[in-house]
């Protein structure tokens, strides 16, 4: 469930979540230590993490846009080349077929006999 027999290792949605929520609070921490020390030192504080993502999201759209298609493209190309494409059984025949490992020794040992 967790592996992965070529790499050993599968991300999986809750280690994906984890390590987001991690990143975000990593961030904010890091915000709020430079800005104590900033206000300590009589400057001005900093923009927040939120404020800093609004204004990049608002000055440079495209940007976000291009990324968000590209994130998703290069990972499911990145999937498709690992998984070796896709098989579609066509023999219509053969869908109502059982193919089990007890059914497959079942055949096995009826043609024995």
Avoid: C, H
């Amino acid at each position: 469930p967790g592996g992965d027999d070529e790499t050993g290792f599968r991300l999986t949605f809750l280690s994906i979540f984890i390590i987001m929520g991690g990143t975000a609070i990593l961030v904010w921490v890091i915000y709020y230590i430079v800005k104590y020390n900033r206000t300590q030192n009589g400057k001005s504080p900093p923009l927040s993490p939120s404020d800093l993502w609004f204004i990049a999201l608002t000055k440079y759209p495209l940007v976000f846009l291009f990324f968000s298609l590209l994130i998703p493209i290069l990972l499911s190309l990145i999937v498709f080349a690992r998984s070796g494409g896709i098989n579609v059984n066509l023999d219509f025949n053969s869908y109502l077929n059982i193919d089990t490992d007890l059914e497959n020794i079942k055949r096995s040992y009826n043609k024995a006999q």
